[in-house]
């Protein structure tokens, strides 16, 4: 292989893919990128076995072939240069002379043939979704995976279809058993794949995802095959690895459909948001709650850290139901209520041991979860 | 207390007495825990393997630990230790300090204290104790050793520098085998050879532990004695029979103790945030793998079954000639504690329920009534 590419467009590929590298991998073939030439094109691959990313760029082919390379040196050289073109050319036993007129590199590299590439399963059937769409149901959902190592597994975001009034819904869910989010957004062309049970997907494999969803281009088609989740964006192509993982029965926590009226707390995200921030201040591992105290249009905030003192603040809200105290961790209502587009959100609290439900007039199909803390 | 589980057993059974007494465990690979003073002339101490000790005593009385009843008289020891401050620190089953400043206006001199103490433990169990009285808490426990059995010794405040110029270095408490060597190597063998060397010196050859070397050698020792110490961890392990590699087994220790940490811990009022489990292995070397959990548990299922992940991601090469489970990062269980969203999170009420049940089944009919099953 020996060709000629742009600095920038280099720079470009090759820092988009830094985060699908392991970093420190027992298999070392996992931190280096396939580079491989196509027609004009030169395309660039990372995989960390879970994660497949492959895009293609312009660049000048002199003599087709590919290499791998470590990712992170390729970026380093891309990124220290300071003239426009980098010219890479492959060796004999696996040496790559990579040069930009001012150093010469002779970097030594690993055999193509080790690179295991994830490609795309023949034969998915794909649908076009929109960017903007997958964005918002990530956002206000991923915040609520967990990544401990023990319990369940809950390291993902749960997706499923679903009918609701015989029209097609694509959902995403996420739980780390004390908080939920979920989102159902319409989505016709959902019934197209087939997803049976629902799947899971690895919270690393919904940041590349949303990673490419929010990058400018083409519009984002997403399929399903074999365990894999496929995503396409113009040239641009992910294969996630979905997690072979059980997500609990979270449709018995949903709450039924009759709302008492009188139960629902009307409020100001952007008032309850700040004052949740404010209760943070002082709160340690040891003591996480905030204790509030639902009062006939005012809501009554305090939070207790005997090491460190307290904190206590009144906000408005509308609410003509019983007084009610409720203990809460601010951190659960800081990650729920930040992604959200609403200016007035409503809380609806059955009673002290059970959740709390967010939703907001402008966060069409979203709801939260969140369990108190016992007070 | 002096030779405190030998002296127990003669308690028990008079005829024992002027007899070799060695209690510990008595299976091939037990260890002794306590020998009474007619043992130690063979050359029987505590730590020996039990087939080491049975041969250089073949005629000694061999005796099973009885654990409970020795808690059971430690406890009276420690109420009548009570009644004289409430600055007692007990440190093992069998060993405490007292802080006596300022009774002596109430009690007498230090001496007449010490022979009060000597004189109720005598009377109301029977057993005699080594009493040690020194300015500074460790030279406390130093001079306890001095005299034993039945000794009273101390050391008054014009006397310190002198006893600690002669003092051996192992002699402190928290200098081992690998410590000695270290000063060894500086040519120190006593106390007094510490003086030798600056704050600087010590600092940056033993780290932390070389200050407080530092403070001793001064005869100084802030440390106070601490009424209640603050439980860090609780852990339950034990040596296995025969070493092995079969995960059945290995999985079915890790129930047991599991179990066991997690009533112990139920029963203090704590749950922790940190699972280890650890295994030594035939080559006597150790494995520790630890695992964060999102909330504190004192559940007894997801304890093991959190050990048992450990166990599955942790492959051994090694057979395995001890097991443990441990929890730490412990809290007192407050009210405040977050809720679960479904019943099969850490908090699960079943679970609770299970755990309750056979809580109350133990504290009615013993420990050995209900223990759980193995899938």
Known sequence: MEIKINRETLLKGISRVQGILEKRSHMPILSTVLLTTKDDELEISATDLEIGFQNSYPAEIIKPGSITISGKKLLDITRETDSEKIYISEKDNNWTYISDHNAHYNLSCLPVDEFPVLTEPEGTIMIEIDSKIITEMINKTIYSITMEEAGFKLSGVFMEKIKKNEEDFLRMVATDGHRLSMVDKKTPDIQKIEIKDG??????G?????????????????????????????????????????FPDYKNVLPKEKEDKESIITINRRHLLDAMRRMMIIRTDQYQGVKMNIEVNYLEMVSVNP?????????????????????????????????????VIYLNIKDQTSPCLITGEQDDGFLGLIMPIRI | MDAFF?????LDKPSLKGKPVIVGGLSGRGV???????????????????????????????????????????????????????????????????????????????????????????????????IGIAPI???????????????????????????????????????????????????????????????????????????RLYEIAKGEDKSPVVPCREVKSISSEQTLQSDTGDIKILRKLITIHADN?????????????????????DDFSEMSKSCAIAHSTDNTKFISDSAKALLLNNPLKRKARLIGVAVSSLKEFEKDSQMALFGNGSDSKRERKVDKAVDEIRERFGGKMISRGNE
């Not at chain 2, 420690?78 to 400043?101: C, G, H, N, R, W």
């Not at chain 2, 922790?272 to 295994?279: M, N």
């Open chain 1, 199 to 204: 799947v899971m997907i690895s919270k690393k």
């Open chain 1, 307 to 343: 090491d460190l003192g307290n904190v206590e603040e009144k906000i408005e809200i509308k609410y003509e139901g019983q007084p009610i105290e409720m203990g809460f961790n601010p951190k659960y209502f800081i990650d729920a209520l930040q992604p959200m587009d609403s200016d």
């Open chain 2, 32 to 130: 002794v825990s306590t020998t009474n003073y007619e043992a130690r002339r063979f050359g029987v101490f505590s730590a020996m393997p039990m087939f080491k000790a049975k041969e250089k005593c073949p005629q000694g009385i061999f005796l099973p630990v009885k654990m409970a009843r020795y808690k059971g008289v430690s406890k009276k020891i420690m109420d009548i230790l009570k009644d004289f401050t409430p600055l007692v620190e007990q440190v093992s089953i069998d060993e405490a300090y007292l802080d006596i400043t300022g009774i002596e206006v109430l009690l007498g001199s230090p001496e007449e204290i010490a022979r009060h103490i000597k004189a109720r433990i005598g009377k109301e169990t029977g057993l005699t104790c080594s």
């Open chain 2, 137 to 211: 808490k460790f030279l406390a426990k130093v001079a306890s050793d001095m005299h034993k059995p039945d000794g009273l010794t101390i050391i008054s405040t014009t006397e310190v520098d002198t006893f600690l110029s002669k003092l051996p270095i192992d002699k402190i408490p928290g200098v081992g085998k690998r410590t000695v060597k270290g000063l060894r190597h500086y040519g120190i063998e006593t106390v007094g050879d510490l003086k030798r060397f600056s704050k600087e010196q010590l600092l940056k050859e033993f780290g932390n532990f070389g200050l």
């Open chain 2, 6 to 10: 030998a002296a127990i057993e003669i």
């Open chain 2, 261 to 281: 940490v997690a009533s112990r811990l139920r029963k203090e009022g704590l749950k922790g945030r940190t699972i280890t489990l650890k295994i030594k292995f």
């Open chain 1, 206 to 246: 919904m940041i590349e995802l949303n990673k490419l969803a929010l990058e400018d281009g083409p519009p984002l088609q997403i399929g399903l095959k074999q365990n894999n989740l496929v995503v396409k964006k113009g040239k641009a192509l992910i294969v996630i690895r979905l997690l072979d993982t059980k």
